[in-house]
């Protein structure tokens, strides 16, 4: 298979409604994006980057009324986050639903979401009908790519499709906040900073 590098959101949403994966663009590294509600899909991206299944992904949808779908409920500190970084580089741990398959989350009851801020990744979300499973679109252990090239060099071969969005504009991945009782808590620094959520939300505690 000779993988192609392109703008065409038609074959690329037909692609992923087949089960298959495709590299996307988003503000902070590339991903690669398979069926968040497939289990078929999903296992394609843990063999394709030779990925641990005991490391959970980041699930991508295309707006703040989509993350109710598919989580069964929202902290207030979350709605503030996602009203004020969103689409941005900031991923929340929310208690998900029934619609969202073990392999997802590796079996514990958060899953991490975010919408990226990248203009085709958006559309290409707005036109699917379910969300996108994307961690970075390289092999596991190496650095993640920031442009299709980067893609190309590692994954060449194994998937059929690069959504070519340029170079990513932040190249450092999101900021990633889990809720403790409601309490923010940081588990990845990322996108957005510690001194942000302050600004927005108060405090914060760092997980160590």
Same mark, same amino acid.
């Given at each position: 298979?000779?993988?192609?590098?392109?703008?065409?959101?038609?074959?690329?949403?037909?692609?992923?409604?087949?089960?298959?994966?495709?590299?996307?663009?988003?503000?902070?590294?590339?991903?690669?994006?398979?069926?968040?509600?497939?289990?078929?899909?999903?296992?394609?991206?843990?063999?394709?980057?030779?990925?641990? $299944?005991?490391?959970?992904?980041?699930?991508?949808?295309?707006?703040?009324?989509?993350?109710?779908?598919?989580?069964?409920?929202?902290?207030?500190?979350?709605?503030?986050?996602?009203?004020?970084?969103?689409?941005?580089?900031?991923?929340?741990?929310?208690?998900?639903?029934?619609?969202?398959?073990?392999?997802?989350?590796?079996?514990?009851?958060?899953?991490?979401?975010?919408?990226?801020? $990248?203009?085709?990744?958006?559309?290409?979300?707005?036109?699917?009908?379910?969300?996108?499973?994307?961690?970075?679109?390289?092999l596991f252990g190496y650095i993640s790519p920031t442009s299709p090239y $980067?893609?190309?060099?590692?994954?060449?071969?194994?998937?059929?499709?690069?959504?070519?969005?340029?170079?990513?504009?932040?190249?450092?991945?999101?900021?990633?906040?889990?809720?403790?009782?409601?309490?923010?808590?940081?588990?990845?620094?990322?996108?957005?900073?510690?001194?942000?959520?302050?600004?927005?939300?108060?405090?914060?505690?760092?997980?160590?």
């Open positions: 298979m000779h993988t192609k590098v392109g703008k065409d959101l038609v074959q690329v949403k037909k692609l992923l409604e087949n089960d298959d994966l495709v590299a996307i663009p988003t503000e902070t590294v590339y991903g690669l994006a398979a069926n968040a509600l497939s289990d078929n899909a999903l296992r394609k991206i843990f063999k394709t980057k030779n990925r641990p $299944h005991h490391n959970p992904l980041i699930v991508h949808v295309p707006s703040i009324e989509s993350v109710s779908s598919i989580v069964t409920s929202i902290p207030t500190a979350a709605l503030t986050l996602l009203n004020s970084f969103s689409p941005g580089p900031i991923t929340l741990l929310l208690p998900r639903n029934s619609q969202i398959p073990d392999i997802v989350t590796a079996g514990l009851p958060n899953v991490a979401i975010r919408i990226p801020a $990248h203009p085709l990744a958006l559309s290409l979300l707005s036109s699917l009908s379910f969300p996108l499973a994307a961690p970075s679109a390289n $980067h893609v190309q060099r590692q994954l060449n071969g194994l998937i059929p499709y690069i959504l070519d969005g340029g170079n990513c504009t932040s190249g450092i991945e999101s900021t990633i906040v889990g809720f403790d009782e409601d309490l923010p808590v940081v588990y990845r620094l990322g996108g957005i900073s510690i001194e942000q959520l302050h600004q927005t939300i108060g405090e914060v505690r760092i997980h160590n």
